[in-house]
Protein backbone atom coordinates (compact mmCIF):
# COMPACT_ATOMS: atom_id res chain seq x y z
CA UNK A 1 0.00 0.00 0.00
CA UNK A 2 1.05 3.66 -0.58
CA UNK A 3 -0.24 6.15 2.22
CA UNK A 4 -0.17 9.90 1.99
CA UNK A 5 -1.39 13.17 3.48
CA UNK A 6 -2.68 15.89 1.46
CA UNK A 7 -4.51 19.12 2.46
CA UNK A 8 -3.02 22.53 4.05
CA UNK A 9 -0.06 22.22 6.52
CA UNK A 10 -1.19 21.66 10.01
CA UNK A 11 -4.86 20.20 8.70
CA UNK A 12 -3.56 17.28 6.22
CA UNK A 13 -5.95 13.97 5.92
CA UNK A 14 -4.77 10.83 5.57
CA UNK A 15 -5.28 9.12 1.86
CA UNK A 16 -4.01 5.81 -0.26
CA UNK A 17 -3.35 4.93 -3.74
CA UNK A 18 -5.77 2.73 -4.91
CA UNK A 19 -5.33 1.72 -8.75
CA UNK A 20 -2.78 4.64 -8.97
CA UNK A 21 -5.49 6.96 -8.31
CA UNK A 22 -5.14 9.39 -4.94
CA UNK A 23 -7.94 8.55 -2.45
CA UNK A 24 -9.46 10.18 0.42
CA UNK A 25 -9.36 8.00 3.66
CA UNK A 26 -10.75 11.16 6.43
CA UNK A 27 -14.14 9.43 6.94
CA UNK A 28 -12.55 6.17 8.51
CA UNK A 29 -9.24 7.48 10.16
CA UNK A 30 -8.34 10.24 11.41
CA UNK A 31 -4.70 10.36 10.50
CA UNK A 32 -1.55 8.21 9.86
CA UNK A 33 -0.85 8.27 13.72
CA UNK A 34 0.77 6.55 16.52
CA UNK A 35 -3.48 5.12 17.48
CA UNK A 36 -3.53 4.17 13.49
CA UNK A 37 -0.25 1.73 13.43
CA UNK A 38 -0.74 0.74 16.67
CA UNK A 39 -4.18 -0.32 16.97
CA UNK A 40 -3.83 -2.75 13.91
CA UNK A 41 -4.37 0.31 11.85
CA UNK A 42 -2.68 -1.05 8.45
CA UNK A 43 -4.56 -4.25 8.35
CA UNK A 44 -8.23 -1.99 8.58
CA UNK A 45 -6.85 0.25 6.00
CA UNK A 46 -6.19 -2.93 3.86
CA UNK A 47 -9.57 -4.41 4.40
CA UNK A 48 -11.02 -1.02 3.24
CA UNK A 49 -9.27 -0.92 0.28
CA UNK A 50 -10.22 -4.72 -0.67
CA UNK A 51 -13.86 -3.51 -0.06
CA UNK A 52 -14.75 -0.14 -1.54
CA UNK A 53 -11.16 1.48 -2.86
CA UNK A 54 -12.37 2.49 -5.98
CA UNK A 55 -15.61 4.21 -3.82
CA UNK A 56 -13.24 6.33 -1.67
CA UNK A 57 -13.32 9.92 -2.96
CA UNK A 58 -10.85 11.36 -4.99
CA UNK A 59 -8.19 13.95 -3.17
CA UNK A 60 -8.55 17.28 -5.06
CA UNK A 61 -6.29 17.04 -8.05
CA UNK A 62 -3.85 20.44 -6.72
CA UNK A 63 -4.15 18.66 -2.90
CA UNK A 64 -0.92 19.92 -1.45
CA UNK A 65 1.13 16.62 -0.25
CA UNK A 66 1.95 16.69 3.82
CA UNK A 67 4.47 14.80 5.42
CA UNK A 68 3.26 10.74 4.89
CA UNK A 69 2.59 10.15 8.53
CA UNK A 70 1.39 12.35 11.11
CA UNK A 71 3.90 14.62 13.42
CA UNK A 72 6.03 11.38 15.15
CA UNK A 73 7.29 11.70 19.01
CA UNK A 74 10.60 10.78 17.60
CA UNK A 75 12.61 11.20 14.90
CA UNK A 76 15.72 9.52 15.19
CA UNK A 77 18.45 9.51 12.85
CA UNK A 78 21.67 7.01 11.47
CA UNK A 79 24.73 8.73 11.42
CA UNK A 80 27.55 7.64 9.00
CA UNK A 81 25.93 4.36 7.62
CA UNK A 82 27.59 4.37 4.26
CA UNK A 83 30.97 3.72 4.01
CA UNK A 84 31.60 6.21 1.33
CA UNK A 85 29.62 9.23 3.23
CA UNK A 86 32.42 8.33 6.22
CA UNK A 87 35.15 8.29 4.21
CA UNK A 88 34.37 12.05 3.10
CA UNK A 89 33.83 13.01 5.82
CA UNK A 90 37.07 11.73 6.87
CA UNK A 91 35.86 9.32 10.02
CA UNK A 92 36.32 5.80 9.89
CA UNK A 93 32.82 3.65 9.52
CA UNK A 94 31.47 2.92 13.16
CA UNK A 95 31.24 -0.58 14.77
CA UNK A 96 27.89 0.49 15.70
CA UNK A 97 25.26 2.63 14.66
CA UNK A 98 26.01 6.62 15.52
CA UNK A 99 22.65 7.95 16.57
CA UNK A 100 21.49 11.61 17.00
CA UNK A 101 17.36 12.89 16.92
CA UNK A 102 16.50 15.67 15.14
CA UNK A 103 13.09 17.47 16.42
CA UNK A 104 9.91 16.95 15.19
CA UNK A 105 9.42 20.29 14.65
CA UNK A 106 11.71 19.95 11.63
CA UNK A 107 8.95 17.53 9.68
CA UNK A 108 7.45 19.34 6.47
CA UNK A 109 5.96 18.09 3.02
CA UNK A 110 8.09 16.38 0.49
CA UNK A 111 7.47 19.21 -1.89
CA UNK A 112 7.25 22.10 0.88
CA UNK A 113 9.96 25.42 0.90
CA UNK A 114 12.80 24.75 3.12
CA UNK A 115 13.59 27.38 4.81
CA UNK A 116 17.75 27.92 5.05
CA UNK A 117 17.94 29.26 8.84
CA UNK A 118 18.94 32.72 9.93
CA UNK A 119 22.67 32.97 10.02
CA UNK A 120 23.04 30.04 7.96
CA UNK A 121 26.27 29.43 5.77
CA UNK A 122 26.01 26.06 5.41
CA UNK A 123 22.67 24.29 4.61
CA UNK A 124 23.16 20.97 3.16
CA UNK A 125 21.49 18.16 1.73
CA UNK A 126 20.48 14.55 2.40
CA UNK A 127 18.82 11.89 0.52
CA UNK A 128 18.01 9.11 3.36
CA UNK A 129 15.72 5.97 3.02
CA UNK A 130 13.16 6.88 6.03
CA UNK A 131 12.14 3.86 8.26
CA UNK A 132 8.52 4.33 9.89
CA UNK A 133 7.53 2.09 12.82
CA UNK A 134 4.24 0.13 12.79
CA UNK A 135 4.07 -0.80 16.47
CA UNK A 136 5.82 0.01 19.59
CA UNK A 137 9.05 -1.56 20.16
CA UNK A 138 11.01 -2.54 23.09
CA UNK A 139 13.50 -5.23 23.47
CA UNK A 140 12.81 -6.58 20.43
CA UNK A 141 14.70 -10.45 20.24
CA UNK A 142 15.87 -10.92 16.64
CA UNK A 143 15.60 -8.99 12.85
CA UNK A 144 12.61 -11.13 11.87
CA UNK A 145 10.52 -9.44 15.30
CA UNK A 146 12.29 -5.75 14.06
CA UNK A 147 10.97 -6.44 10.51
CA UNK A 148 7.59 -7.34 11.77
CA UNK A 149 7.02 -3.98 13.75
CA UNK A 150 7.73 -1.83 10.39
CA UNK A 151 5.13 -0.43 8.97
CA UNK A 152 6.70 0.70 5.99
CA UNK A 153 9.37 3.29 4.03
CA UNK A 154 9.50 6.62 2.70
CA UNK A 155 12.01 9.13 1.38
CA UNK A 156 13.39 11.37 4.34
CA UNK A 157 15.50 14.19 3.53
CA UNK A 158 17.92 15.33 5.94
CA UNK A 159 18.59 18.76 5.49
CA UNK A 160 21.61 19.95 7.83
CA UNK A 161 23.33 22.88 8.97
CA UNK A 162 26.84 21.99 9.02
CA UNK A 163 28.50 24.99 11.28
CA UNK A 164 25.60 24.51 13.44
CA UNK A 165 26.38 21.00 13.55
CA UNK A 166 30.12 20.57 13.50
CA UNK A 167 31.61 23.51 14.75
CA UNK A 168 29.39 25.07 17.43
CA UNK A 169 30.53 22.48 19.98
CA UNK A 170 29.98 19.32 17.18
CA UNK A 171 26.07 19.07 18.58
CA UNK A 172 24.53 17.08 15.53
CA UNK A 173 20.91 17.76 16.88
CA UNK A 174 21.12 21.05 16.59
CA UNK A 175 22.17 21.68 13.21
CA UNK A 176 19.73 18.79 12.48
CA UNK A 177 16.88 20.52 13.86
CA UNK A 178 15.90 23.68 12.22
CA UNK A 179 11.93 24.41 10.74
CA UNK A 180 11.38 22.38 7.61
CA UNK A 181 14.75 20.37 8.05
CA UNK A 182 12.79 16.96 7.51
CA UNK A 183 10.80 16.94 4.38
CA UNK A 184 8.68 13.01 4.40
CA UNK A 185 7.10 11.21 1.73
CA UNK A 186 5.16 11.98 -0.70
CA UNK A 187 4.21 8.09 0.44
CA UNK A 188 4.91 5.77 3.42
CA UNK A 189 5.03 2.31 1.11
CA UNK A 190 4.71 -0.99 2.48
CA UNK A 191 7.65 -3.25 1.80
CA UNK A 192 5.44 -5.30 -0.43
CA UNK A 193 4.78 -2.63 -2.74
CA UNK A 194 8.79 -1.80 -2.84
CA UNK A 195 10.17 -5.12 -2.94
CA UNK A 196 13.47 -5.66 -1.69
CA UNK A 197 14.20 -2.53 1.22
CA UNK A 198 18.05 -3.26 1.08
CA UNK A 199 18.62 -2.39 -2.92
CA UNK A 200 16.53 0.68 -3.72
CA UNK A 201 18.67 2.86 -5.91
CA UNK A 202 18.78 6.90 -4.43
CA UNK A 203 19.90 9.66 -6.00
CA UNK A 204 19.93 13.50 -5.37
CA UNK A 205 19.81 16.74 -7.54
CA UNK A 206 20.72 20.20 -7.08
CA UNK A 207 19.64 22.74 -9.92
CA UNK A 208 19.38 19.42 -12.02
CA UNK A 209 22.79 18.19 -11.38
CA UNK A 210 23.36 14.80 -9.96
CA UNK A 211 24.75 15.10 -6.34
CA UNK A 212 24.15 11.75 -4.69
CA UNK A 213 23.38 8.34 -6.28
CA UNK A 214 23.16 5.32 -4.19
CA UNK A 215 21.96 2.14 -3.49
CA UNK A 216 20.57 1.01 0.21
CA UNK A 217 22.84 -1.74 -0.33
CA UNK A 218 25.29 -0.41 1.18
CA UNK A 219 24.14 0.74 4.35
CA UNK A 220 26.53 -0.25 6.77
CA UNK A 221 23.09 -1.16 9.18
CA UNK A 222 20.31 -2.29 7.57
CA UNK A 223 16.52 -1.48 8.48
CA UNK A 224 16.04 -4.06 10.40
CA UNK A 225 19.03 -4.46 12.15
CA UNK A 226 18.53 -0.81 13.10
CA UNK A 227 15.19 -1.30 14.28
CA UNK A 228 16.48 -4.26 16.70
CA UNK A 229 19.41 -2.34 18.48
CA UNK A 230 17.38 1.07 18.65
CA UNK A 231 15.01 -1.00 20.67
CA UNK A 232 17.25 -2.20 23.31
CA UNK A 233 18.00 1.22 24.07
CA UNK A 234 15.01 2.95 23.87
CA UNK A 235 10.67 2.60 23.14
CA UNK A 236 10.59 2.89 19.59
CA UNK A 237 6.87 4.11 19.27
CA UNK A 238 4.41 3.73 16.62
CA UNK A 239 4.68 6.66 13.82
CA UNK A 240 8.41 7.29 15.04
CA UNK A 241 10.41 7.59 11.95
CA UNK A 242 14.38 6.20 11.55
CA UNK A 243 16.42 8.13 8.67
CA UNK A 244 18.94 5.44 8.18
CA UNK A 245 22.11 7.74 6.89
CA UNK A 246 23.41 8.99 3.23
CA UNK A 247 25.24 8.11 0.47
CA UNK A 248 28.09 10.25 -0.69
CA UNK A 249 27.79 13.54 -2.39
CA UNK A 250 26.74 15.90 0.28
CA UNK A 251 28.01 19.41 0.25
CA UNK A 252 30.26 19.48 2.84
CA UNK A 253 32.26 16.26 1.47
CA UNK A 254 33.11 18.43 -2.11
CA UNK A 255 36.58 20.03 -2.53
CA UNK A 256 35.85 22.97 -2.30
CA UNK A 257 32.62 22.52 -0.37
CA UNK A 258 29.04 23.30 -1.88
CA UNK A 259 26.12 24.42 0.49
CA UNK A 260 22.45 26.02 -0.83
CA UNK A 261 21.77 29.38 -1.48
CA UNK A 262 18.07 30.95 -1.68
CA UNK A 263 16.31 30.26 -4.62
CA UNK A 264 18.46 26.45 -5.12
CA UNK A 265 15.87 23.36 -6.08
CA UNK A 266 16.92 19.62 -4.42
CA UNK A 267 15.33 17.01 -6.51
CA UNK A 268 15.59 13.62 -4.68
CA UNK A 269 14.12 10.05 -5.52
CA UNK A 270 14.67 6.69 -4.17
CA UNK A 271 13.62 3.34 -6.18
CA UNK A 272 9.86 2.94 -5.60
CA UNK A 273 9.06 5.23 -2.85
CA UNK A 274 8.59 8.32 -5.54
CA UNK A 275 10.35 12.19 -5.27
CA UNK A 276 10.79 15.23 -3.55
CA UNK A 277 11.02 18.46 -4.80
CA UNK A 278 11.67 21.61 -2.60
CA UNK A 279 13.09 25.46 -3.05
CA UNK A 280 15.79 26.29 -0.53
CA UNK A 281 14.42 29.77 0.65
CA UNK A 282 16.35 32.26 2.99
CA UNK A 283 15.13 33.13 6.40
CA UNK A 284 13.07 36.69 6.14
Not at 14 to 41: I, T
Not at 122 to 147: F, H, M, N, P, R
Not at 199 to 224: C, H, P, W
Request: aromatic letters at 10%.
Amino acid sequence: MQLFRFGPKGQENPGVVVDSVHKDCSAHFEDWNRDFFNNDGMSQLRALVDKEGGGLPNTPADARFGACVARPHMLMCIGLNYSDHAAESGMEPPDEPVIFQKSTSAVSGPFDDVTIPKNSTKTDWEVELGVVIGKDALYLESLDQAKDHIAGYCISQDVSEREFQLEQGGQWTKGKSCPTFNPLGPYLCSESEIGDVNYLGMELKVNGQVKQSGNTKDMIFNAYFLVHYLSQFMLLEAGDVISTGTPAGVGAGMNPPQFLSDGDVVELSIENLGHQKQTFRAYR
